[in-house]
């Protein structure tokens, strides 16, 4: 049974997906480009910090005892998240915003169904991360506090803020209703705590994979960071708002995680 402080810490992150969602009923316009840039490269900087100070470490010193080979769970378990990204990508269509070419196999989905689905691809590794740090502190094998999962669930749930805009504006654009618009946007982050659900459960089942799923998530997140965050905070006229927003959202996340760990 989970306790309040679970429940809660997987709930953030839906919440501000959400709040960014429900920008379609005050904001007129589609994003700008630069701003599209500076969301997400604050996204792939909050992502990043996540991954070393969340994750792979704490998955290192869970796997002290190894003397010179800690470093051997993550590693195995960062190149495990990397192929499973990797797989999805190839197996689930999905559409990225500002982009005309499907990726995945091929379908005859609507355009806003792939864009719905892209943010979901990228949202598992986020939900997984959720759900690895709270396994870490429920079981007690991680040396996780509620502080550090709570710090890692205010994390995403900043950088889902953006996110939420980011998915329900092109939506609304592309011909839905802001209401309709809204909720895909919404739902397309109920992905995360599902995911984190399951993590938990596996968790449960065998703990001594902890380093692994810890790392496992890293390696998703940094896939997503690579393969669409950066290209998209780089995408469009030469400009340091990227650049300057994924610094903002390192250092935040970097932040929060050592202040509340």
Known sequence: MMDRNVILGLLIPLIGTSAGSACVFFMRKELSTKLQQALSGFAAGVMVA??????LIPAMEQSGHMGNWAFMPAFIGFWIGVVVLLVLDNIIPHLHVNSDECEGPECNLARTTMMVLAVVLHNIPEGMAIGAV??????????ITAGGALALSLGIAIQNFPEGAIISMPLFAAGKTKAKSFLDGALSGAVEP??????????????????????LAAGAMMYVVVEELIPEMTEGEHSHIGVLLFSAGFTLMMALDVALG
């Open 50 to 55: 996540a991954s070393i100070w969340s994750l």
């Open 134 to 143: 709270y396994a870490g502190y429920v079981t007690g094998s991680a040396a």
């Open 194 to 215: 599902i995911a984190a659900i399951l993590t938990i459960l596996a968790a449960g089942f065998v703990v001594p994979v902890m380093p692994y799923l810890l790392s």
